[in-house]
């Protein structure tokens, strides 16, 4: 065994094992359409006298935070999405209208004079919640427990403080209109350490130096001379007044400061809250999502029946193709999904519907990888004097690695271009797609090289070499041989029946029109799973009748259906929830999905700056890897591919959406696979060869590359056919469009972008 084979071993040891260890103690986070529950986005909006910047979308993410507590979900998550834009997400929540109510409802804030602790017994006259934020810690006074509890009296409220003790409540005094401002501040003199300064404008100055006034009649250590700061029903902070403070005299000069053994982070997130009252600037619900459970059940189940019958029927097609080669694929191929699950793991990605698909889709990227070295090492095989397996496969690795690793990166640039320009469940695809191509890169170039290695070094296998798979040249290369057409005699007949397919695409989009999804448009989609049957056009009058005379109804099978219409309020769409439950003896929501009209515009934008950048980034890459004309070709034969897809799905009338933009992109990024593979081989030909005319060395690159582009595209679809048939609806269109795009591809690679090379080549 060679220095760098055992190198390649404990490497490729190690990362497997790590990825076990990774798989078994750390779970992956799985996306509300898996999990099932509500998603929503709220922007900010500035006002007169605020800016909805970056600062007030801080204010309002924490006032929001303590919001969703109150609603008792589980692991709920909040984050930042630009300066202006705050994503919500509530597992298991089926009910957006009453998130929507606690997000956007007006916040309300008051203050209030301690008048006793209360007993359990007391909490009949108010709920007492047992929840705080911790940071209102300025003054911890004695329990009082050897205090008399005082009668409940009417208009008072008990609650329970940051410790979680009730206090009895008396009525309200000032109000978060009241305040002016609220600043954490580090104080040096006297080791007073962080406190918050709390300053109050117009009456609320003389309301704070008559609550903090009657609180310093009551003796220190008594819990009456504490004052509660409530915010939506709890007690955010509950400071005593100080003993310098005397009775009746209060604190005057509209300023106050809430001292105690602050931490910076304690008094920056009180500052917040005391700010944050009302919502420092109004929200706006720009997109609202919700996934019933029963739905991400059924497309985790449907996944996973794809990626299982897909992965087994490639690897049935990569061992009869490459016998023993192909077995040890196979493996590799095994251990990918293993380190893509556990990268996934380890990053903490959430695992969408869209990015499942990327994971399963990313094993055809794997497959391409072996072909490729594989078919390479045939030809090795045949071209030398005294043939063996171990060098053919050596010199198969080494002359494969560029066209590998040209075409992943590639396809890491559209990945890479979804994540940066796209958002939601399409920008998990990217960071899945991401990953999955370079798990499938050192499955491919490591773990198969390991196990390939080793295993052609055996006597056993030495003696044997046709059970390797590479000893011998294959059905196709054969054939081809044995023939030898000259497929390039006529570059611009291809150009030509390349554009009468163009402008046959391109009709349907002028005829039929896009029928955009309410990511691009705006508006809402329901969708219903029905105990029977029911008549879409029936629907669409009923719906009518109920003052939706637009809406659209489609059904899928026997029991979905799905209404689009403009937008929507909660009330309108629980109208339209009623009406179809008329129409059936049971009716339940799948998936509710509101856009607003702003958004949509900004991702029809996105969609096309993404389209966009990803053609010139693949011009650029290209450019500086070979020709100009070579990448010019190349992004020809994209743009080819593009319309090709559009106008195909324009004819069948489904609908554009963020799912398809997901299955475009990955078609740019795959399809120039096929094209940098035939370009590799011409600029290794060339090398060897310059002499010879152009259009001769590319129609020989062509016959060379032809078995690992039948290989591939079977590999591949393998895998989309599985995903098709079997990945449910949520999977259908997007199967469909990776398998147009894969014969589309394909064609374009050999019949576009490589006549065009010649073309461009000759006008030189």
């Known amino acids: 065994m060679t220095r760098a084979l055992r190198i390649r071993g404990l490497l490729a040891l190690a990362v497997v094992a790590l990825s076990l260890y990774i798989t078994f103690t750390v779970p992956v986070r799985l996306g509300l359409d898996l999990s099932g529950g509500t998603q929503i986005v709220l922007e900010t909006r500035p006002t007169a006298t605020a800016d909805a910047g970056s600062e007030a979308t801080d204010r309002t993410l924490e006032v929001l935070r303590g919001r969703i507590d109150a609603l008792g979900v589980a692991e709920p998550t909040l984050a930042r999405s630009g300066d202006n834009r705050i994503v919500v997400e509530l597992p298991g929540v089926q009910d957006p209208a009453k998130a929507a109510d606690v997000l956007g409802r007006t916040a309300h804030?008051?203050?209030?004079?301690?008048?006793?602790?209360?007993?359990?017994?007391?909490?009949?006259?108010?709920?007492?919640?047992?929840?705080?934020?911790?940071?209102?810690?300025?003054?911890?006074?004695?329990?009082?427990d050897d205090a008399e509890p005082l009668p409940v009296r009417p208009r008072q409220q008990v609650l329970a403080d940051e410790s979680g003790q009730l206090l009895r409540l008396k009525e309200s005094a000032l109000t978060g209109k009241d305040v002016k401002e609220a600043a954490a501040r580090f104080e040096q003199q006297g080791g007073a350490g962080w406190q918050v300064t709390v300053d109050f404008a117009g009456s609320g100055r003389d309301g704070w130096a008559r609550l903090t006034g009657e609180a310093a009649c009551h003796p220190a250590g008594d819990p009456s001379r504490r004052v509660a700061i409530v915010l939506d029903g709890k007690i955010i902070s509950s400071p005593q007044v100080d003993p310098s403070v005397g009775c009746g005299s209060g604190?005057?000069?509209?300023?106050?400061?809430?001292?105690?053994?602050?931490?910076?982070?304690?008094?920056?997130?009180?500052?917040?809250?005391?700010?944050?009252?009302?919502?420092?600037?109004?929200?706006?619900?720009?997109?609202?999502?919700?996934?019933?459970?029963?739905?991400?059940?059924?497309?985790?189940?449907?996944?996973?029946?794809a990626a299982a019958v897909g992965t087994a029927l490639t690897a049935l097609f990569i061992v009869a193709v490459y016998r023993l080669m192909g077995a040890l694929a196979t493996v590799a191929l095994a251990c990918y999904g293993l380190i893509s699950y556990a990268a996934l793991a380890a990053l903490g990605a959430t695992l969408t519907l869209p990015g499942l698909a990327g994971l399963v889709l990313a094993i055809g990227m794997a497959v391409d990888a072996n072909v490729l070295t594989f078919e390479r090492a045939r030809e090795e095989y045949a071209s030398r004097l005294r043939p063996s397996p171990r060098s053919s496969l050596t010199a198969g690795f080494r002359g494969a690695f560029s066209a590998v690793a040209d075409s992943n990166i590639t396809t890491l640039i559209a990945a890479g271009l979804l994540f940066l320009l796209a958002s939601g469940p399409v920008r998990g695809f990217g960071v899945t797609l991401g990953i999955g191509v370079l798990a499938s890169m050192f499955s491919a170039l490591v773990i198969t090289r390991v196990l390939a290695d080793h295993a052609v070094s055996r006597?056993?296998?030495?003696?044997?070499?046709?059970?390797?798979?590479?000893?011998?040249?294959?059905t196709v290369r054969e054939r081809l041989t044995r023939r030898n057409p000259d497929l390039m005699r006529h570059p611009r007949r291809w150009l030509a029946a390349s554009s009468i397919v163009l402008v046959l695409a391109a009709s349907g989009i002028a005829f039929r029109g896009l029928d955009f999804g309410v990511e691009f448009t705006g508006g809402r989609l329901i969708e219903y799973t029905t105990a029977t049957p029911v008549d879409p056009d029936r629907a669409r009058a009923a719906l009518a009748d109920a003052g939706f005379p637009r809406a659209v109804v489609q059904t899928s099978g026997d029991s979905r259906l799905t209404v689009r219409t403009d937008r929507l309020t909660n009330a309108q769409a629980a109208t339209v929830s009623e009406t179809i439950s008329h129409l059936t003896s049971r009716a339940d929501k799948l998936r509710d999905e509101a856009i607003g009209p702003s958004l949509g515009k900004e991702l029809r934008q996105g969609a096309l700056v993404a389209l966009a950048v990803a053609l010139g980034a693949q011009l650029l890459y290209l450019a500086a890897r070979f020709r100009w004309h070579f990448g010019t070709s190349a992004v020809a034969a994209l743009a080819h591919d593009t319309v090709i897809l559009v106008g195909v799905f324009a004819w069948l009338g489904k609908p554009v959406d963020g799912v398809f933009l997901a299955a475009l992109l990955t078609v740019i990024g795959y399809s120039v696979n096929d094209s940098v593979v035939v370009f590799d081989r011409i600029r290794d030909l060339s090398r060897r060869d310059g002499a010879a005319p152009f259009a001769a060395i590319a129609n020989r690159a062509l016959l060379q590359t032809l078995p690992r582009t039948v290989n591939t595209g079977m590999g591949a679809a393998f895998i989309l056919t599985a995903l098709a048939v079997l990945g449910g609806d949520s999977l259908t269109d997007f199967a469909v469009a990776l398998l147009i795009g894969l014969a589309v591809g394909t064609y374009s690679s050999m019949f576009t972008a490589t006549p065009l090379a010649i073309a461009l080549h000759k006008g030189r």
């Open 109 to 144: 804030m008051t203050f209030h004079q301690v008048v006793g602790i209360a007993t359990d017994t007391d909490t009949d006259t108010d709920s007492a919640s047992r929840t705080g934020t911790g940071a209102g810690t300025a003054s911890r006074t004695g329990t009082g």
């Open 251 to 305: 604190i005057g000069g509209g300023s106050t400061q809430i001292t105690g053994s602050f931490t910076a982070a304690e008094a920056k997130e009180l500052a917040l809250l005391v700010n944050g009252g009302a919502l420092p600037v109004p929200v706006e619900t720009v997109e609202q999502r919700t996934v019933g459970p029963t739905l991400g059940a059924q497309a985790i189940t449907a996944g996973a029946w």
């Open 459 to 474: 006597p056993w296998l030495r003696r044997r070499p046709r059970l390797t798979g590479i000893a011998h040249p294959g």
